[in-house]
């Protein structure tokens, strides 16, 4: 869209029309697709439903911005990040491009890490929704939702673990929200541990004081959701050595992901592991993951 909309003013501001035959690359082939089609349906007056799709301010502005200029645009997909097998020197043009489009984005996201919450309407956006402080530009329905039901359960967080409003904003609960939702099966556990409710000792004895209170593997007298993960018994450091390895496997099996964000990432586990009071040391990485690593 900045590209398209950048050909549309310059003409604008110039006066001078674009003939030339243009062809626009994009490597988002669901992107292109949504393209083609709304470019098929231009003159078809616009439903409803319509605007309910994902970004449809951003396809629908694309189409209209495409429209205005006097030029043929080709949107063409092409495969993204194909410098990471071979030399980008060797690359077709185009996929050279895209590559170093991508590296500018990389750079803009390092610098601009905080997301935008409220997002500028298009000249061809008549409304957005707005709610709790960010526009929603998809997934209305589960928006509405959350709006209704997360200002409730962060009140009742904080009046349960003592947090302060700095706490739950230090949280990333979209994270943590993917991390719930890709493992269904897990839901039940995960939401004991997340609440302190999970089966330890410290529950147990709550619920029936006959019961013990302290860790049955070391000499803790109060077995808390909080020992669990720092427990010095040599079963549960040896869990916890092999499920951070499962761990990096899965995400490397998974995803093509950054071994630096590897160790860090690996480093941080094993601090809280070993009740290091330091956060990781910014000055054993690289310059560019000292936001992250402080954030």
């Known amino acids: 869209l900045a590209a398209i909309q950048m050909m549309h003013r310059l003409s604008q501001f110039t006066n001078i029309p674009i003939l030339t035959t243009i062809?626009?690359?994009?490597?988002?082939?669901?992107?292109?697709?949504?393209?083609?089609?709304?470019?098929?349906?231009?003159?078809r007056p616009i439903n409803p439903t319509d605007t309910l799709a994902p970004e449809w301010d951003v396809i629908n502005q694309?189409?209209?911005?495409?429209?205005?200029?006097?030029?043929?645009?080709?949107?063409?997909?092409?495969?993204?990040?194909?410098?990471?097998?071979?030399?980008?020197?060797?690359?077709?043009l185009e996929a050279q491009l895209n590559c170093e489009a991508d590296d500018?984005?990389?750079?803009?996201?390092?610098?601009?890490?905080?997301?935008?919450?409220?997002?500028?309407?298009?000249p061809t956006t008549h409304a957005h929704l707005q709610l709790l402080g960010r526009t929603q530009t998809s997934q209305f329905k589960a928006a509405i939702r959350k709006a209704s039901t997360i200002p409730p359960l962060m009140k009742?967080?904080?009046?349960?673990?003592?947090w302060s409003t700095d706490t739950i904003r230090s949280i990333d609960w979209e994270v943590f929200q993917q991390i719930v939702t890709h493992w269904p099966e897990k839901h039940q556990v995960m939401v004991k541990h997340?609440?302190?409710i999970a089966p330890t000792g410290h529950i147990a004895h709550r619920n029936q004081p006959h019961l013990p209170q302290g860790c049955p593997s070391c000499s803790c007298t109060d077995e808390t959701n909080d020992h669990l993960i720092i427990c010095p018994a040599t079963?549960?450091?040896?869990?916890?050595?092999?499920?951070?390895?499962?761990?990096?496997?899965?995400?490397?099996?998974?995803?093509?992901t950054d071994p630096i964000l590897e160790t860090i990432l690996r480093d941080g586990l094993l601090r809280t592991h070993q009740q290091l009071t330091s956060i990781v040391p910014c000055e054993l990485y690289p310059a560019k993951y000292h936001r992250l690593i402080q954030g």
Do not use: C
């Not at 495409?66 to 020197?89: C, E, F, M, N, Y």
């Not at 450091?237 to 899965?250: G, P």
């Open 235 to 256: 079963t549960r450091a040896k869990w916890r050595a092999t499920t951070i390895t499962r761990l990096v496997d899965h995400m490397n099996q998974t995803w093509r």
């Open 23 to 43: 062809q626009h690359y994009i490597d988002n082939l669901s992107v292109v697709r949504r393209i083609h089609k709304a470019m098929e349906t231009t003159n």
């Open 104 to 122: 500018e984005g990389a750079d803009y996201q390092e610098i601009n890490q905080a997301p935008r919450e409220e997002i500028p309407n298009f």
């Open 62 to 92: 694309i189409q209209n911005s495409i429209t205005a200029l006097a030029t043929t645009i080709t949107v063409k997909w092409i495969s993204g990040h194909q410098d990471a097998a071979r030399p980008r020197h060797r690359l077709r």
């Open 156 to 162: 009742y967080l904080k009046r349960k673990f003592n």
């Open 194 to 196: 997340v609440h302190a």
